[in-house]
């Protein structure tokens, strides 16, 4: 078996910037691979600031609990580059990554490309190769010029909740990220949005308006109501409920009502309340408030606490974090806590002081473009929590278990890239 390993490092240096964002690019090596853009099935493209990988993993539960072949494209990774691109329903084998990574490579001709670009290109090529009944498809950063938004076959889109995040990038006000993100819209082409701040939602009407984009508003056209037993989901006088998702949070419930309100809308498809309840039960999605519960990072603490893993790295994500802490028993929660250079430590810790006893600090292992763990020490003291640095996570778990009483919470957050290396040291 081939090991794509090796042609993903050699890709990662084909363009000396981290992020350049344009279409240009993509487009020139679509073209020459014979456009698999246009060849994949009907695509659904989901942009926004937090829940965009929640939603598309709960609409393809419930696809393929209804027996649809489902194409998924989701990124970052948490522990290998596979699970990024899913074929009618299973990961990506070594073996055809590698064949599709070769020949973007050996097409693309070491021209300066972005990794994303180049790998996105991949997955379209291994979509357009595969029979399925539907393309679930993720932005990586923004829409309009997001490498994802080379496709010209969406049948529908969806925007989530739309936050402050990749300000460098999108822009450093809510109305201009909004009006990056609905970049995705295309004419004639329903979007469905998630409940919005008013100037997000303003830039968003606007764009719709600019591309005649039919729009699908929470609060109007649909709403979710959600309480400790299930969701209401209620579309013009049409009333049905359903379970809780699988997943843990309020906010899980408000992306489930997207996911219901986007599955209601597809066309072509039809799936019963039964299938949709079936997919949100059993929906499977890691380092979204995943309880960890065995392994040898969760070996590291005492059965006294309970421990908890999740990728949120921007202040929406933190207000989702700290609704989930208000509804739960009040217990003492340490915050282990690791973030990238480029985010927002402090945005991201002011919503969880309240529910917050003490923070232990990490940097994040691989990445250079970390905060170091003293910084967040810093900026966590400074808002009046109790920080320790400490120089990697069991470290942080040692010290919790040492210094702190049972029973209580301790939270790994800040990154996904955090998450994803606690996964794979977890086994």
């Known amino acids: 078996m081939s090991d794509p390993q090796p042609i993903l490092e050699r890709l990662l240096h084909l363009h000396p910037k981290l992020i350049d964002l344009q279409l240009d690019r993509v487009w020139k090596l679509l073209g020459e691979l014979g456009a698999p853009h246009l060849k994949m099935p009907p695509v659904v493209h989901v942009a926004g600031t937090n829940g965009k990988g929640s939603v598309i993993a709960m609409m393809r539960a419930a696809l393929e609990a209804a027996g649809y072949k489902v194409h998924v494209y989701t990124s970052p990774h948490l522990v290998r580059f596979n699970e990024r691109i899913r074929l009618a329903g299973r990961l990506i084998e070594d073996d055809e990554l590698t064949e599709v990574l070769e020949i973007c490579e ?27 009944d539907v393309t679930l498809l993720e932005t990586g950063l923004g829409g309009r010029l997001d490498a994802t938004n080379a496709i010209r076959n969406a049948v529908l889109t969806a925007i989530t909740p739309v936050s402050m995040d990749h300000q460098q990038h999108l822009g450093d006000t809510l109305s201009m990220i909004a009006g990056e993100k ?33 729009l699908v508003i929470e609060g109007l056209d649909w709403t979710v109501r959600h309480g400790p037993e299930g969701i209401v989901i209620n579309a013009g006088g049409h009333i049905r409920e359903f379970p809780l998702p699988s997943l843990e ?106 529910y917050v006893h003490s923070v232990y600090s990490v940097p994040i292992k691989g990445q250079e473009n970390c905060c170091s763990s003293a910084e967040l020490a810093r900026v ?48």
């Open 249 to 354: 949070g309020p906010h899980q419930a408000q992306n489930a009502g997207l996911a219901v309100a986007l599955l209601d809308r597809l066309p072509g498809f039809t799936l019963a309340d039964g299938q949709i309840a079936a997919g949100l039960k059993n929906t499977e999605w890691p380092a979204r408030l995943q309880r960890l519960r065995r392994g040898p990072i969760r070996g590291a603490l005492g059965p006294e606490f309970a421990l908890w893993l999740d990728g949120g790295h921007n202040p929406g994500a933190a207000d989702a974090l700290a609704a989930w802490l208000a509804q739960r028993e009040p217990l003492p929660l340490h915050l282990v806590f690791g973030m990238l250079n480029t985010k927002d430590p402090e945005g991201f810790l002011r919503p969880l002081v309240p």
């Open 380 to 427: 966590a003291t400074g808002l009046g929590l109790t920080a320790t640095a400490c120089d990697d996570v069991r470290g942080a778990l040692r010290a919790i278990r040492a210094n702190e009483i049972g029973p209580a919470r301790v939270l790994i957050a800040g990154s996904l890239y955090l998450a994803g290396t606690v996964l794979a040291e977890n086994g």
């Open 106 to 132: 050996r097409t693309n001709n070491n021209r300066p490309i972005t990794f994303f670009e180049i790998t996105t290109a991949a997955a379209f090529l291994a979509f357009s190769r595969r029979p399925a």
């Open 182 to 214: 609905a970049g995705i819209l295309k004419k004639g082409v329903p979007c469905v949005t998630a409940l919005q701040p008013r100037d997000a939602e303003n830039a968003i009407t606007e764009k719709a308006a600019a591309v005649s984009a039919p």
